[in-house]
């Protein structure tokens, strides 16, 4: 199956997109992470996306849509994969269309006054992703690896005032995108991680 998991910063598309993809057994691809892991690498790609993730800007379409093109091509994505946080923008969703047919458009629906709290509180693994809150997570260590948890660079108060405003303006009028298209399908993602999961796997 193709999925794209659509939301906003916060809404809990990393948290998701790990348990769905080792339930379905497909790749979770994350647009972010790769810039991530390159800006760790110092690649070329990696120093270009800084300067925009820095200021919460998107990183310019042609650099992304030609990752991802490249990436859903791999051996391992041949029966179907997930994608976090791409597309982004329309101009990104048709580029995709052009790439591949996409089956269903998860989207995680929250209320955005909740994302400050749980984007500024977040910590990550830096070995596995895996993404935890300070509010229910009191040491450094990841449970599922051990691996040393660190806050991202982006996760200010200010990164994610600008990240919010670019998805307002940018990313959310993908919902009606792919509600046109008839490949949409809303959970509540104001629950329980454990209850969107669950939702999430109802609507699979
Ligand atoms: P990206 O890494 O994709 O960040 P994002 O979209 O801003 O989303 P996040 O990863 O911050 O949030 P999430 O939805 O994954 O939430 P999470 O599960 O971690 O992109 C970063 C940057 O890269 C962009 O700003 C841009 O510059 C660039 N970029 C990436 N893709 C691009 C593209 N396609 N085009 C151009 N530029 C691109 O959860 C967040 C927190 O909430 C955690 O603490 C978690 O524990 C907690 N939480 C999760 N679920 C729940 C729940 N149900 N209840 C309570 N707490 C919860
Ligand atoms: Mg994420």
Redesign the pocket.
Known sequence: MKLVLL???????????VRIAAHLNIPHI????I??KNLKEATPVGLK?KA??DK????P?EV?CEIVELRIKEDDCKNGFLL??????IA?AEALDKMTKIDKVIN?DVDLKALAD??T????CEKCGE???VSTKKDETCDKCGGKLYQ?A??TLETVNS?LT?YEQSTAPLIAYYKDKGVLVNVD?????EA?FESVKKVL
């Open positions: 939301g906003a910063p916060g809404a809990g598309k990393g948290t998701q997109a994350s647009t972010g992470d810039f991530r996306a925009y993730i919460g800007q998107l990183v379409d992304t976090d946080g791409f597309p982004r923008n990104q995680l749980r984007l509180g977040r910590r990550v993404s935890y809150h991202r982006d996760d990240r670019v993602g104001m629950q329980s991680i969107v």
